[in-house]
């Protein structure tokens, strides 16, 4: 397998996708913002890891830095997409344009990499980091934007998925830290299920909820 593009390439779950799959010996391009953040979380993944500095919600930026991960590994064999705005804000905080900033990041950003490199792949898998399995008016940006994520699945799944890509997300449902029930490597195993489900098995949606999954 050529290797798994990780977006949104953070210290949580990110970092725990990039060591999941690298632990199945598949070469690893990490996606970010900052280069210091990434090169934290290439540090011991133990496996070829290739480090690009991008903005999601910047699409010549984020296309850009994906010809350079398929440049050096091929046409990946997976696609995470882990970036997104996560902030407190009610109904009327946000001005409209700080609305399409996070709208940017936690929808469009899935969309204009799932385009720009799903359509060469033959097989493997385009997984999205879904949430807020309930709205919450007090994340409300988030909310909308994880709503946005869950429709954006199933239309990929209708677009992709007769091609042999499958199209996924894991909804986590609560906040991700070490030791506990949200524990970043916990969560990370859902995304290699995920990968390597037998097509008659595909599910479109796993939900961690910190109590069971399903």
């Known amino acids: 397998m050529p290797g798994a593009i990780i977006i949104g390439a953070g210290p949580g779950i990110g970092r725990s996708v990039a060591r999941r799959f690298a632990s199945e010996g598949l070469p690893v391009a990490l996606l970010g ?79 204009t990499a799932a385009t720009h490199v799903v359509p060469a792949m033959t097989g493997g898998s385009f997984l999205i980091t879904g949430g807020m399995p309930e709205p919450k008016a007090d994340y409300t940006s988030l909310s909308l934007g994880k709503a946005g994520v869950r429709t954006l699945v199933e239309l990929l799944d209708q677009r992709y998925g007769p091609s042999g890509v499958h199209v996924a997300s894991v909804t986590v449902a609560g906040p991700v830290a070490p030791g506990t029930a949200f524990d970043p490597d916990d969560i990370a195993e859902h995304y290699w299920h995920l990968h390597t489900q037998p097509r008659a098995e595909w599910a479109r949606e796993i939900l961690h909820s910190g109590l069971t999954t399903g």
Do not use: C, F, M
Not at 62 to 79: F, S, Y
Not at 85 to 101: M, N, R, T, Y
């Open 33 to 111: 913002r900052t280069a210091a953040t990434l090169e934290a979380v290439a540090a011991g993944i133990g496996t070829e890891t290739h480090i690009l500095t991008a903005d999601s919600g910047d699409e010549t930026s984020l296309r850009a830095a994906l010809d350079t991960a398929i440049e050096r590994l091929g046409t990946p064999d997976a696609v995470i997409y882990n970036a997104a705005i996560i902030q407190p804000d009610a109904p009327g905080d946000l001005s409209v344009d700080e609305h399409l900033a996070a709208w940017k990041v936690n929808v469009l950003g899935a969309l």
